[in-house]
Structure formats: C-alpha cells, structure tokens
C-alpha cells in the first residue's frame, strides 16, 4: 500500500488487489463532487407483477422450460407447482445462456428471499454445471443483476447462468493467484481486519463469511467465501446456499444504509486449483475513463467506513 497527497491535500490510499492485480485508488474527497452516489433501485411500476412472465401461472411466457426443482414428479412442465424454474433466455448473447427465475411469486430482491428458497437456487446452480460438465464445456458462469443501473431488464429476482468453453478473463486471470500453495484468498481472509468482516456462516467444520472488500473497486463491495480453500462452489449446495445467504444479508444491510441499490453479483469458480468466492458489486457510481480505458477504480468510500455504516445499518 502506497499513500500520496493531492495537489488539493487531499489523501489517496492506492493498493494492487491480491485476487486480481488490479489497482484501486481510495479517495474520499472525491464524494464532494456533483452527482455522488445517483444510481437507485427503481420502484414497482404500476401493475408490474400482473405483467411479469416470471411469476407461476405465466410459464408459456417464457421459453419452454429446461428443468425445475421443489415440484411434485407428476407436474407437466411450464405449468405451475414449482419452487424453482429455469429457462433458456430469451435474448441469449451465447450459445447457452439460461436464466434462473428464483421464487414463484413476484419478489423483486435478493435481500427478500428466504434462507431456504436460496438453497434451492444452489442447487438449481449446480444441476445445470453439472449438465454443462457433461456436454463437454468448462465452465459456467453465475451471476445475478438487479436494478436498471446493473443491467436488469426484470425486476422479478433471477439469476443468469453462462455456459462457456473455458473459463472467462477475470476468473482465467485470478487462477495463478489462487492456487492451493501461495492462494492470495486463503492469505486476505486469514490477516482480514477484524472490522471488515461482517457476518459468517456455519456448517459443521465449514465457515463461509461476508466482508467487505479491502480493495473494492466500488463503495460498499463485498465479498463473500469460505475460509478454507475450496476450489468448487457447485460441490455443495448448502455452503454455496449460505454464501447466497450471506450475500442477501448484504445488500440488506446496503439498502439500510444507500436506499433501495442496484448491484450485481457474480461467482467465481474453479474446475482445477483455485478458491470460489461471490463477489458483490453496488452500482451506485458510473464507471468513467479512467476506470474502463485505464483499468484504474478510483473508490470514494474506505472500506473501514463501509464496515462501520453496514455494521450499524437496523436490520
């Protein structure tokens, strides 16, 4: 970690994210300008779950479904009765590209669905890696947009699952970093600030923790993994279940302290060596030239600061 002073005065904390080797720049001084913090979640539209095509009782307004989970064995598909549903997306940018509709009824957030409806989302994760194992890809891609501002086009909570043909750049270019004999994962939670973390999870002998990201490229990231080194997030869906979890609590916490906040969240696993991790990313700043043409985040808010508002933040 380098500290330089501004022409202004101001401090800047500039630090090289183990996970990634990319740099981030804190500079709190920079919330004094016009704009800070804009993006919101939008409200419910006016009659918005009467129309919504993911909610039960409008199957045939989506493409024909792939598979469901949490219904009885007699159900026909694209009929109502299921927990679960996934389908091919609608407007797909690759050759498969699957979406995930999370609760029967028209909930709009992560930070709504229950402990136990996000343990069958892991498992619907996992049954279509399983089948993307099977077909001869690499890898599949989990994420999950909310909010206009991260690029949702419904409002109604669902997840976008990539299949692909070896691993993407971000997830290729953390592999060397998080191999199982020098992993920068296993290195940042075990020297984690105590004030950072948030919030953890157990299962038996197994710990999965929320904390904020001590070099976030936006206010308020997270990160969410397990603390021993576990190169597959589908290999459980009841850890990978709390990891939603704990993601969930996230962006309550959040919305307690910004107001209703788009983000997104995506997973980042491993088929060989390596340390799965969610990773959440608020969007309630816009990325600008310096960011997408310099490959420099410039984040305005410290992550000790994060900590301490989500902390407090009335639950």
């Not at 199957?59 to 694209?78: S, V």
């Not at 597959?232 to 959040?254: I, M, Q």
Request: aromatic share 6%; with cysteine; charged share 25%.
């Amino acid at each position: 970690m380098t500290t330089e002073t501004g022409e202004h005065g101001g401090a800047q904390r500039i630090l090289s994210d183990p996970l990634s080797g990319r740099e981030v720049i804190f500079a709190p001084s920079r919330t004094l300008r016009p704009g800070h913090f804009e993006a919101r979640r939008e409200p419910e539209a006016t009659g918005e779950a009467e129309k919504c095509p993911f909610c039960e009782g409008r199957e045939q307004q989506t493409p024909p479904e792939l598979f469901a989970l949490g219904a009885a064995k007699e159900r026909e598909p694209d009929t109502p009765g299921w927990r679960v549903r996934v389908v091919p997306n609608l407007y797909p940018a690759f050759a498969r590209q699957q979406v995930v509709v999370h609760t029967p009824t028209h909930i709009r957030s992560l930070a709504d669905v229950s402990d136990e409806q996000l343990v069958l989302i892991a498992e619907s994760w996992a049954e279509a890696a399983e089948r993307a194992w099977a077909e001869g890809f690499d890898h599949l891609l989990a994420v999950i947009n909310e909010g206009k501002a991260s690029g949702a086009s419904l409002s109604h909570s669902h997840s976008q699952l990539v299949w692909l043909e070896q691993a993407p750049p971000e997830v290729a270019a953390e592999a060397p970093r998080l191999r199982r004999d020098s992993c920068a994962l296993c290195a940042l939670l075990h020297d984690l600030d105590p004030a950072l973390k948030l919030a953890e999870r157990r299962l038996g002998d197994r710990t999965v923790s929320l904390a904020v990201a001590p070099t976030g490229r936006a206010p308020y990231e997270l990160l969410i993994a397990p603390d021993d080194h576990q190169p597959d997030a589908f290999g459980s869906s009841e850890l990978l279940g709390a990891a939603l979890a704990l993601a969930a609590e996230g962006v309550r916490r959040l919305n307690a302290v910004e107001g209703p906040s788009p983000f997104n969240i995506w997973l980042h696993n491993f088929q060989g060596d390596g340390h799965w991790h969610l990773e959440l990313l608020p969007r309630l700043n816009t990325y600008a030239g310096i960011e997408l043409g310099g490959g420099i985040f410039i984040n305005t808010l410290l992550p000790e600061d994060a900590a301490a508002r989500l902390r407090e933040a009335p639950l």
